[in-house]
């Protein structure tokens, strides 16, 4: 007998049916269909129709296949009707620290209390030439924020001296620092919840569908933020919505040190008079081709079709059709906290003079296996060295060690094979002059993961970057853009 309409969405209504069901099923939308052998050994079809559909007819595929006795191929079918289960909603939290390099340096060092402090580049009295990396919110005040060159954030802070206003503290980032707050914030929030998906160094997602309620959601949000201030002396601000997308956006809605919580129903409007550059993923190229279109806030995307969006940016379109209505299906994935852990070096002078290079690298390995341990981690298999030239081209070479390692001597040696090409015509045939240069290791183990295998499969990288350019590691909204 064939399939009448050969859908089913709901699979986990057969395991009820237990060895009953004797034909396949497939995936697709409600109504649910799927075989079954009854008592007397004649195949019936039991068709699930969820109640809504149910008053507005049987679907007319299935229709169309009974004859007029209610029979298909001969055989009796019986029609069952199963209200669609009512699905859990989705409540999803995504917290991230406020000014958070800016904030554990004030946190670190009382004197500058209060007073607007930047982490970044060394402003070198204005002719430093790296960027900022954060700055906190009084700051911010003198329109300093991260990515600003770090000798305008300098020429800011001398106009505000001028106008009378305290100077800004430029300091520059103690990662290790950085890093093992984080894991700090992280333990907090595992007491309170277990789904939790690191999204940065500085933010997570968490599942707290299993509450049941947003009232249960908003408590334990309040509750993670008031730990995170009593154990850490830090702010966190705190998004609850439906889904990742919206949870995201109502974190940044009232910093620092809030908690905005935006339900399903309201997650529309929520969204259409924001700017569209609030849509992660949209990074100022798509702003400025949207723009052209006189597209600004999420209300003027929704003027557009799926198939508008899709023919103009691809792929990426269809996404941003579902997004501007505040959808996204993206699960919380649950990930270790880091996955690898690197620095990277501007220097003051491009060069390529080997033995400044050499050392810097040799360095560089040390602080990333000091971090390493500063992160809970023992081990490492994967070496990577990016290097960018002076015209910006940047390339990443990478070695996997056949077994995991601690050693000092291994970073260093595998470092040091994978910059040599990048001194000569191997890597660099035009001789070209070098910007920066990093170290960064990965497929990183625990002392229990060198025995049972590797752990952090599925884990999330936290590249905490050096601010002597332009960060985009923490920011994948950049990336894509
Ligand atoms: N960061 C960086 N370079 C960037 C952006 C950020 O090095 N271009 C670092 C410094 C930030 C940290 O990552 O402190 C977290 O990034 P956020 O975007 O969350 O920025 P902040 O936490 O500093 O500020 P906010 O309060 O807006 O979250
Ligand atoms: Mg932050």
């Known amino acids: 007998m064939k399939d009448l309409t050969p859908s089913c969405s709901f699979n986990r209504f057969l395991p009820k049916w237990g060895p009953t069901v004797r034909s396949g099923f497939q995936r697709g939308r409600s109504p649910i269909l799927a075989r079954v052998s009854g008592r007397d050994q004649r195949a019936l079809v039991r068709l699930k129709v969820n109640t809504l559909r149910l008053t507005q007819g049987l679907p007319s595929c299935v229709a169309a296949a009974l004859d007029d006795r209610g029979r298909h191929g001969g055989v009796r079918v019986m029609i069952m009707v199963v209200p669609e289960p009512v699905m859990p909603q989705r409540i999803i939290a995504h917290l991230d620290m406020d000014a958070f390099f800016a904030a554990v340096e004030e946190r670190e060092?009382?004197?500058?209390?209060?007073?607007?402090?930047?982490?970044?580049?060394?402003?070198?009295?204005?002719?430093?030439?790296?960027?900022?990396?954060?700055?906190?919110?009084?700051?911010?005040?003198?329109?300093?924020?991260?990515?600003?060159?770090?000798?305008?954030?300098?020429?800011?802070?001398?106009?505000?001296?001028?106008?009378?206003?305290?100077?800004?503290?430029?300091?520059?980032?103690?990662?290790?620092?950085?890093?093992?707050?984080?894991?700090?914030?992280?333990?907090?929030?595992?007491?309170?919840?277990?789904?939790?998906?690191?999204?940065?160094?500085?933010?997570?997602?968490?599942?707290?569908?299993?509450?049941?309620?947003?009232?249960?959601?908003?408590?334990?949000?309040?509750?993670?933020?008031?730990?995170?201030?009593?154990?850490?002396?830090?702010?966190?601000?705190?998004?609850?919505?439906?889904?990742?997308?919206?949870?995201?956006?109502?974190?940044?809605?009232?910093?620092?040190?809030?908690?905005?919580?935006?339900?399903?129903?309201?997650?529309?409007?929520?969204?259409?008079?924001?700017?569209?550059?609030?849509?992660?993923?949209?990074?100022?190229?798509?702003?400025?081709?949207?723009?052209?279109?006189?597209?600004?806030?999420?209300?003027?995307?929704?003027?557009?079709?799926?198939?508008?969006?899709?023919?103009?940016?691809?792929?990426w379109g269809r996404a941003l059709y579902e997004r501007a209505r505040g959808r996204d299906e993206d699960p919380v994935q649950e990930t270790d906290e880091v996955k690898s852990i690197g620095e990277q070096e501007t220097f003051a002078r491009d060069t390529l003079d080997s033995q400044t290079l050499m050392e810097h690298i040799k360095c560089m390995g040390r602080d990333v296996l000091a971090r390493l341990a500063g992160a809970g981690y023992s081990s490492f298999r994967t070496v990577v060295v990016t290097v960018r030239f002076a015209d910006f081209e940047t390339k990443s070479r990478s070695r996997t060690l056949p077994r995991p390692t601690d050693s000092v001597k291994d970073v260093e040696v595998e470092a040091m094979k994978l910059f040599l090409p990048f001194l000569d015509r191997r890597e660099n045939p035009r001789r070209k002059l070098i910007r920066l240069i990093g170290v960064r290791v990965e497929k990183l183990g625990r002392e229990e993961s060198r025995h049972s295998g590797a752990r952090s499969s599925h884990s999330k990288s936290i590249r905490v970057q050096d601010p002597g350019h332009v960060s985009s590691g923490l920011l994948p909204d950049l990336l894509k853009d």
């Open 109 to 315: 060092r009382p004197q500058f209390t209060g007073l607007p402090i930047v982490v970044g580049a060394d402003p070198l009295d204005g002719s430093g030439r790296g960027v900022v990396s954060t700055a906190n919110y009084p700051a911010r005040v003198y329109g300093i924020h991260s990515a600003l060159p770090i000798s305008q954030a300098w020429r800011r802070s001398e106009w505000a001296r001028r106008q009378g206003k305290p100077a800004v503290v430029f300091l520059r980032p103690n990662f290790a620092q950085y890093t093992e707050t984080s894991g700090r914030i992280r333990a907090i929030v595992e007491r309170h919840a277990s789904t939790i998906e690191q999204a940065g160094i500085d933010e997570l997602y968490v599942d707290l569908s299993a509450t049941g309620s947003y009232e249960q959601a908003r408590e334990i949000a309040q509750a993670i933020k008031r730990d995170i201030a009593a154990k850490e002396r830090l702010t966190a601000s705190i998004g609850l919505g439906p889904n990742k997308l919206i949870a995201k956006i109502a974190s940044d809605a009232h910093k620092p040190d809030g908690l905005t919580v935006v339900e399903a129903q309201d997650a529309e409007a929520f969204l259409a008079p924001l700017s569209v550059r609030k849509i992660p993923g949209i990074g100022p190229k798509t702003e400025a081709a949207l723009r052209q279109q006189h597209v600004t806030v999420v209300q003027d995307l929704k003027r557009f079709s799926e198939v508008d969006l899709v023919e103009h940016f691809g792929k």
